[in-house]
């Protein structure tokens, strides 16, 4: 069986469908999201990306990431990774194996991997498809979104507009995953 997202074929149609996907990320964390699409996943430290963003530290990357629904930078660097082999294999018809061999990756950490992030085998995963890794990421994505505190605007000593998060936002306990 062989998915074939909407905008067309390979990593475009990927990056595409992920745009649509994710409509509400603003210029920075589209620029980053679109780094990691074009370097296939990993693109350095948080604190690397922070500053060639013009952040403070990684701790405000992350602060920005989880407000617009983002997983951290690891985590995020891993679901690209997984949505683009499975889109590949289905393209191609070619395993994991090769497909971390070929980016030299070690294959069982790419197994563990695909099963960290989710809960199916690489088997299990094939048979359901790209677009329901791309669904099961939305899914985090939204999430990351429900968890994060809303922002209220505060005024600081300068008299400055500071956005800070609120603390009667109310979240939902137990906000877990499942398949």
Excluded at 76 to 83: G, H, K, Q
Aim: glycine letters at 8%; aromatic letters at 8%.
């Amino acid at each position: 069986m062989v998915v074939r997202f909407p905008y067309g074929d390979g990593v475009t149609g990927l990056e595409q469908h992920l745009h649509s996907a994710l409509p509400h990320l603003s210029f920075r964390m589209r620029a980053i999201f679109d780094a990691m699409l074009l370097a296939h996943g990993a693109i350095g430290s948080s604190a690397r990306v922070a500053h060639r963003v013009g952040l403070s530290n990684r701790f405000a990357l992350s602060r920005i990431m989880r407000r617009e629904g983002l997983p951290a930078l690891h985590e995020l660097a891993a679901w690209i990774s997984v949505l683009e082999w499975t889109t590949a294999a289905a393209r191609r018809r070619t395993s994991l194996f090769e497909l971390a061999t070929r980016s030299h990756r070690s294959p069982a950490a790419t197994y563990r991997l695909v099963k960290r992030l989710t809960g199916l085998t690489w088997v299990q995963l094939q048979a359901r498809g790209a677009s329901w890794v791309l669904r099961l990421f939305v899914h985090r994505c939204q999430a990351i979104s429900l968890a994060a505190p809303p922002l209220s605007p505060r005024v600081d000593r300068a008299g400055g507009v500071k956005w800070t998060p609120t603390r009667e936002h109310g979240l939902p306990s137990g906000l877990l995953l499942r398949h």
